[in-house]
């Protein structure tokens, strides 16, 4: 997904968190900001993918400050508040294939941009898909030899679980996380810190600490495993953002809320809405 006009001030904003949560030093901060806006305003044009320049800002923040993990305070909080509200909230939906992905994608409601209490809130309210290909997931799912399933946030590891559980008795799945990090993805440190990293086995990582896949950077086991995926299941606006760029071939299965809205725009779905689709 290319840029859009609006895309300008979300990625300021996006700035201006990544810098403060990097760093306490108020004149290193605003130098840090201003470097930003200055490598936005380089590269942000309508042919560039949001993930790219996303990425470019986060590794220039990092660089600059020596923090390497500016969220990681972030995250230990989702963790605490995920592991609570996931073991309030599991049995709110049925164990079936569209009660486990509904689950799933409730997860994905958590959002670095909201304050967690407004997340808290959000992620009480009933699932419903504006577009939903649950029925051709669920197909889909049942005939594949291998899926890849790619995670998104941090906390959403609780929400994902059950569903991966689901898939394992059709296929291998494989449990993909971010190698180092960016924004509040879940890296390998949080999923065992969050003391799940024997529950979902067979884990690896893209390679990259991009928000979404930048193939560019990616490892050659995670391109491999790609390719030779059945299907790829996708969790989050940042591998829509990147991997909508590539052709259809039905392999890929995107569950996502659409917090922003040239997502929302590129969908043709409410801001806001819970989508499932096939690309």
Same mark, same amino acid.
């Given at each position: 997904?290319?840029? @859009?006009? @609006?895309?300008?001030?979300? $990625?300021?904003?996006?700035?201006?968190?990544?810098?403060?949560?990097?760093?306490?030093?108020?004149?290193?901060?605003?130098?840090?900001?201003?470097?930003?806006?200055?490598?936005?305003?380089?590269?942000? +044009?309508?042919?560039?993918?949001?993930?790219?320049?996303?990425?470019?800002?986060?590794?220039?923040?990092?660089?600059?400050?020596?923090?390497?993990?500016?969220? &990681?305070?972030?995250?230990?909080?989702?963790?605490?508040?995920?592991?609570?509200?996931?073991?309030?909230?599991? =049995?709110?939906?049925?164990? +079936?294939? +569209?009660?486990?992905?509904? !689950?799933?994608?409730?997860?994905?409601?958590?959002?670095?941009?909201?304050?967690?209490?407004?997340?808290?809130?959000?992620?009480?309210?009933?699932?419903?898909?504006?577009?939903?290909?649950?029925?051709?997931?669920?197909? &889909?799912?049942?005939?594949?030899?291998?899926?890849?399933?790619?995670?998104?946030?941090?906390?959403?590891?609780?929400?994902?679980?059950?569903?991966?559980?689901?898939?394992?008795? !059709?296929? &291998?799945?494989?449990?993909?996380?971010?190698?180092?990090?960016?924004? =509040?993805?879940?890296?390998?440190?949080?999923?065992?810190?969050?003391?799940?990293?024997?529950?979902?086995?067979?884990?690896?990582?893209?390679?990259?600490?991009?928000?979404?896949?930048?193939?560019?950077?990616? /490892?050659?086991?995670? &391109?491999?495993?790609?390719?030779?995926?059945?299907?790829? !299941?996708?969790?989050?606006?940042?591998?829509?953002?990147?991997?909508?760029?590539?052709? /259809?071939?039905?392999?890929?299965?995107?569950?996502?809320?659409?917090?922003?809205?040239?997502?929302?725009?590129? $969908? =043709?779905?409410?801001?806001?809405?819970?989508?499932? $689709?096939?690309?």
């Amino acid at each position: 997904m290319k840029l @859009s006009p @609006s895309c300008y001030d979300c $990625l300021k904003r996006l700035i201006i968190q990544a810098a403060s949560m990097a760093t306490n030093d108020v004149v290193e901060r605003e130098c840090v900001i201003q470097e930003g806006i200055d490598i936005l305003d380089t590269y942000f +044009s309508r042919d560039q993918v949001s993930i790219v320049v996303a990425t470019r800002l986060h590794d220039a923040i990092k660089l600059r400050t020596g923090n390497s993990d500016p969220y &990681r305070d972030m995250k230990d909080i989702e963790i605490a508040v995920a592991r609570t509200l996931s073991h309030e909230l599991e =049995n709110t939906y049925n164990h +079936s294939f +569209s009660g486990l992905l509904k !689950f799933a994608a409730m997860g994905n409601a958590i959002d670095f941009f909201c304050p967690i209490e407004s997340v808290k809130q959000e992620i009480r309210q009933d699932v419903s898909f504006a577009i939903d290909m649950s029925a051709e997931f669920e197909k &889909r799912l049942k005939s594949a030899r291998g899926i890849l399933y790619l995670a998104d946030n941090t906390g959403e590891a609780f929400f994902d679980l059950p569903l991966l559980q689901w898939m394992r008795q !059709f296929a &291998r799945v494989t449990y993909v996380v971010k190698s180092a990090p960016v924004q =509040n993805d879940i890296t390998l440190d949080e999923l065992h810190r969050a003391g799940l990293l024997t529950e979902f086995g067979d884990v690896i990582t893209t390679g990259t600490a991009s928000p979404g896949i930048d193939f560019i950077q990616a /490892s050659g086991e995670f &391109r491999h495993r790609f390719d030779t995926a059945d299907i790829i !299941f996708a969790k989050g606006m940042g591998y829509y953002e990147s991997l909508s760029e590539l052709p /259809s071939d039905g392999r890929i299965l995107y569950c996502l809320k659409a917090k922003c809205q040239p997502v929302s725009d590129s $969908l =043709n779905v409410p801001l806001h809405s819970y989508v499932t $689709l096939v690309q």
